[in-house]
Each structure stands twice: as C-alpha cells, then as structure tokens.
C-alpha cells in the first residue's frame, strides 16, 4: 500500500504525529511517504491507495491559512471515493475544528477510514498510540 501523509504544522506538534504514522507505515513493511503541504501537488493526492492529511487547530478552527487551505480547496475536487484520514493537534478550544474537517472531507465525496486523530498540544504517549492506530487502519483499508 501506498500512503502519502500531507501535512502542516507550526510549531512541531502535528509534524510529530505525522513522523510516527509514516514510520509505523513503514514499520509494516508498506510506503509511507511525508510531504509538507507546501510541497504537495495533486498529484501526491491521486497516487496513493490512502491518502492521509494532517494539520493544527488555526484561527478560530480552522485549517491554516497559507498553505493548508489553499491546498485543501484544490484536493477536496479530488477525494470522491478516495480512502482518507486525518490528523493533527489543538490547544485553544475544544478540538472543534477536526470534526468541522471531517464534514468538509465527507462532504468532498471522501471515504474517511477513521475518526480524525487528535493531539492537545504535543502529542502524548495516547495521542501517539492513536497514530500508529491510524496508521494501521490505512494499511489495511
Ligand atoms: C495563530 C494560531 C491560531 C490558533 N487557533 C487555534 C484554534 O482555533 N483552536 C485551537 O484549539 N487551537 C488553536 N491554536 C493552537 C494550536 O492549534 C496548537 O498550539 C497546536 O498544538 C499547534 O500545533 P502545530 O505545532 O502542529 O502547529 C492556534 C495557534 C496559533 C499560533
């Protein structure tokens, strides 16, 4: 399988859970690959069996603003059917944002294959074992 990981992140906190979903995708023997937003193209959404994206709680939850975002309104044309996850970490509010992320996926057409994976602030021992958790269920989908 096939599983490219496109995120953002700020200060390191989604960028720590990223690094340890593409390991444990590697770990089992399948290809994970970790691309910064920034450096992703569609293409990087279309060839891959899942694709996983991952970003922090911005604004007032919403996805940040200068690359996320923009990369999101061009991929969301390109998720029907498409096996997705998602992740990332929130401090401020409630975690909010991930679930208004979902329905944005769900709506785009997207076969999500698990709850988004949330982190407050750096992930913990939890929050890790939950990416992996990901991880698992991507490879397997
Ligand atoms: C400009 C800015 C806006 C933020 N907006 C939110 C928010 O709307 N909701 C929230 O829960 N956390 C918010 N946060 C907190 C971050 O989501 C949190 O610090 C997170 O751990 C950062 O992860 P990262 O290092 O992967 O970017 C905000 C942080 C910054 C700097």
């Not at 996850?85 to 991930?98: C, D, I, R, V």
């Not at 949330?118 to 989908?141: G, H, I, Q, W």
Request: proline residues 2%; negative net charge.
């Amino acid at each position: 399988m096939k599983v490219n990981v496109i995120f953002w992140s700020g200060t390191g906190n989604t960028e720590a859970m990223a690094n340890e979903i593409v390991n444990e995708i590697n770990l089992t023997g399948h290809e994970g690959n970790l691309i910064f937003v920034g450096d992703a193209t569609l293409a990087d959404v279309d060839e891959c069996d899942v694709v996983l994206f991952g970003c922090s709680a911005m604004g007032e939850d919403e996805l940040e603003e200068e690359f996320m975002r923009p990369f999101m309104d061009k991929a969301n044309t390109h998720l029907s059917g498409k096996k997705v996850g998602l992740f990332g970490s929130y401090e401020w509010y409630e975690g909010g944002w991930m679930d208004i992320w979902e329905e944005e996926i769900k709506a785009a057409g997207a076969d999500l294959i698990a709850p988004g994976v949330k982190a407050y602030d750096f992930p913990d021992d939890k929050a890790m074992k939950s990416c992996r958790d990901l991880a698992s269920t991507a490879v397997s989908n």
